[in-house]
């Protein structure tokens, strides 16, 4: 089956680094999507990599690596507002989006 | 404001009574999609429509009933629902399907049956 694992919940403090991760198990590979969801809103477009390797946006960045299935969103400088849900997406060979349970984003002043 | 609304954005109802959650678009994008969020689960893709027509069913109850009179709107019915219906169902929407298209999202209507 199609599977993507992403840590359930993770606490980091703010202005510090925090890196979630993702990995994924699915039939093909057209990309891979981060979407940011703060409580009672919509998912936001965050990032999208299909090719192996570090994109930089910002504060934000994506990594990934296809040969080991896994990739990860690294926030930097940490603001009070980056509390949110960080969802992880794989879209399969039929251009399925496969979506992962979220990362609950937990920022301490 | 990601360009995709959706109404209302709370509702309750009982397991008898009949409702419908609407979905518009202002992004000139060519398909459309329902999810169901339950917390601490991954998005389920309940519809997909492209172009109008209905591309995806994913093994939905008949209780729930979509509909797409055009590219820019998107209904779900809702008929007899279950107390485990209950979750935030989200609208999206893409250029095209087929494609590795970003999807954007509305901002849910929180559904309760009781």
């Known amino acids: 089956g199609q599977n993507i694992d992403q840590p359930t919940e993770m606490t980091a403090t703010e202005g510090a680094i925090v890196q979630i991760n993702c990995t994924y198990q699915t039939s093909g590979f057209n990309g891979l999507f981060w979407y940011q969801q703060h409580a009672g809103e919509a998912p936001t477009f965050l990032s999208y990599n299909v090719l192996d390797g570090l994109e930089e946006k910002g504060r934000f960045s994506s990594f990934l690596s296809r040969s080991k299935g896994y990739s990860y969103l690294l926030l930097k400088e940490l603001q009070m507002k980056d509390s949110a849900s960080y969802l992880c997406a794989v879209t399969d060979s039929n251009y399925q989006l496969i979506w992962g349970a979220g990362t609950k984003l937990i920022i301490k002043p | 404001e990601t360009g995709v609304t959706q109404t209302p954005r709370h509702l309750v109802m009982g397991m008898t009574n009949k409702k419908s959650l609407k979905c518009e678009q202002h992004l000139g994008h060519n398909a459309m999609y329902w999810y169901k969020q339950s917390a601490k689960k991954p998005l389920e893709l309940m519809f997909v429509?492209?172009?109008?027509?209905?591309?995806e069913n994913n093994s939905v109850p008949s209780r729930f009933s979509p509909e797409c009179p055009n590219s820019s709107h998107l209904f779900l019915h809702l008929h007899t629902l279950q107390p485990e219906d209950s979750a935030l169902y989200l609208c999206a929407s893409s250029r095209g399907q087929g494609e590795a298209d970003t999807q954007y999202f509305g901002p849910g209507t929180r559904l309760t049956v009781l």
């Open positions: 429509y492209n172009f109008k027509e209905q591309t």
